[in-house]
């Protein structure tokens, strides 16, 4: 990226004053008819309202880009992608209604008890495991059913209404729209998406100095604090420290190997197979390799600027690229005891593992939001610590 593109976005206006006052209606797609106490609301912000007995709503959209979220209980959620800049112009948001057939397959598929079951494990994976999460409130867990899909090995979870979530931690009540939630036993990897909507708990001089404190302590090495600093190319300066990665195959545990292009294909022992592009030489070194990992992590080189992984799209946009795998270090932070607790290997540094699953750019913006978020994987510190426990709305400033 050149010099003048990052200038240009580090003398952007973080919070611009100026507002755009977005107003519309919700209808039902089906009949026409207004939907009167619809909820209207910014994802992962505090800015929302409800429509009128009309289905007419106003509301001011700040600087940035966010997903305009319409919800009525018994429709399909719509999202909308939209800006703080621009005129004033009035939307019509129609919503369909959710099949019935669709939601007695559901409930056919219930399992018995799946709270009683399964509603440790989704507030760990979900709300999380921090001492924040620990004064977290799920204020309705009725709303959610589980479903256990052997063939794919596969624990599904869906929500009759948004989830209400008092997180006392922070000072927050979340209203959590959950879309979808999947949690593969087999890859361990868990899916969900939602749009949550802000709200801060009242409480006196005293209590809400706790809160800005603490909301303070779990902003900075946040995934939030990154995609702001590296918006602006400072990542350094907010202490951030970004290493390139790659994950080679532990050749003990190699089955067999073939040619495909260029390219080697390495299967391991336990099915996985890798694309590897290392030299020849390279692999004979690893084969000596310690240890019974079938991957092994490789992070080394030279530290990488923000502008090698980050070029602008627009005045308001960035594009993060980036091959492989990156180790993103925070060095200001300690992480808590009870992330120490959770760590096999003695790593208790603040250190996280990104990696673009689909290999195609996601698009930073100056508050922090970037799309798609499924687009982005994350291991280490972030895997454990970006959660609805510790999360906070992306219109929040540090104080």
């Known amino acids: 990226m050149s010099l003048r593109l990052f200038l240009l976005l580090f003398l952007l206006p973080f919070c611009a004053a100026a507002q755009r006052q977005l107003q519309g209606t919700v209808t039902d797609a089906g009949t026409g008819k207004p939907l009167p106490g619809a909820s209207v609301f910014l994802s992962n912000t505090s800015v929302g309202t409800t429509a009128g007995t009309d289905g007419h709503f106003v509301l001011a959209i700040p600087a940035g880009r966010y997903d305009l979220i319409a919800s009525s209980v018994g429709y399909e959620t719509q999202s909308l992608n939209v800006s703080g800049s621009g005129a004033t112009e009035a939307i019509q948001i129609r919503l369909t209604a959710k099949s019935s057939e669709l939601e007695n397959v559901v409930i056919r598929s219930m399992e018995k008890d799946g709270w009683k079951r399964w509603g440790a494990f989704f507030i760990g994976g979900f709300i999380g495991n921090s001492a924040e999460a620990e004064r977290c409130t799920l204020k309705n867990p009725k709303a959610l059913r589980f479903y256990r899909n052997k063939q794919q090995n596969e624990l599904e979870i869906v929500a009759t209404e948004p989830l209400v979530i008092e997180n006392k931690a922070l000072g927050y009540r979340i209203r959590y729209q959950l879309e ?22 009242e409480g006196g001089s005293g209590r809400q100095r706790r809160w800005a404190a603490a909301r303070s302590r779990v902003y900075y090495g ?5 995609m702001r ?6 990542l350094r300066e907010e202490g951030f ?12 545990r190699v089955r067999r190997t073939e040619r495909s292009g260029n390219a080697t294909i390495i299967e391991l022992d336990n099915g996985m197979r890798i694309k590897s592009d290392l030299p020849a030489d390279t692999i004979r070194a690893y084969q000596a390799s310690v240890g019974n990992e079938p991957v092994l992590n490789l992070v080394g080189g030279n530290e990488l600027p923000g502008d090698s992984i ?22 200001k932070g300690k992480t808590p005891d009870a992330y120490q607790r959770s760590v096999m290997n003695g790593n208790y540094a603040m250190q996280s593992e990104i990696t ?25 510190w972030w ?7 510790t999360m906070l709305p992306f219109d929040y400033q540090p104080e």
């Open 356 to 380: 673009l699953i689909n290999g195609t750019p996601v698009q930073v913006e100056a508050n922090g939001v970037y799309y798609n978020p499924l687009d982005l994987m994350s291991n280490g």
């Open 222 to 226: 946040s995934q939030m604090h990154f």
């Open 241 to 252: 420290t970004v290493l390139p990665q790659r994950k080679i195959p532990n050749l003990k």
């Open 180 to 201: 979808s939630y999947t949690y593969n036993f087999s890859s361990r990897v868990q899916q969900y998406v939602g749009y949550p909507l802000f709200e801060q708990l």
């Open 229 to 234: 600093a590296l918006f602006r190319n400072r």
């Open 383 to 389: 895997a454990w610590s970006e959660k609805v426990g």
């Open 310 to 331: 980050a070029y602008a799209i627009d005045p308001h946009t960035a594009g993060l690229y980036f091959t492989d795998y990156l180790t993103v270090i925070y060095a």
